[in-house]
């Protein structure tokens, strides 16, 4: 059985940094598509990054040079490092990762992904 579990969210002011943390039991991420979404409260979720088999990367671009996608395969594990965070950064932040070994990585469909944590909350008060 797969299990990702976020970790890391809280609440800090504009600018500020989080760096939210997905341990995968069960699943491999080394070499593998997996990524962060958000959902703001009335909003659909949405792809933040992706990081697919080949350790390249996609952002959203809300977030293109403030937050950066990692993995440890040592630890087993899947980051986001969160810098200049924002107001309308606050969502509720996702771990995601495919469940075969398609190459196909998408940062638009969360159809594609069949693991997913619970959440963590990011909030940055106005």
């Known amino acids: 059985q797969v299990w990702l579990v976020e970790s890391g969210g809280g609440s800090v002011q504009t600018g500020g940094s989080l760096r939210l943390s997905c341990a995968a039991s069960g699943y491999t991420v080394n070499r593998r598509c997996m990524g962060w979404f958000s959902q703001a409260p009335g909003n659909k979720r949405e792809g933040v990054a992706i990081?697919?088999?080949?350790?390249?990367?996609i952002y959203a671009d809300s977030v293109k040079g403030r937050f950066t996608i990692t993995r440890d395969a040592a630890k087993n594990a899947l980051y986001l490092q969160m810098n200049g965070l924002k107001p309308e950064d606050t969502a509720m932040y996702y771990c995601?990762?495919?469940?075969?070994?398609?190459?196909?990585?998408?940062?638009?469909?969360?159809?594609?992904?069949?693991?997913w944590g619970q959440g963590t909350q990011v909030s940055v008060p106005a």
């Open positions: 995601a990762a495919r469940g075969d070994y398609r190459l196909y990585c998408p940062i638009g469909d969360e159809n594609e992904y069949a693991f």
């Open positions: 990081i697919d088999y080949s350790e390249s990367r």
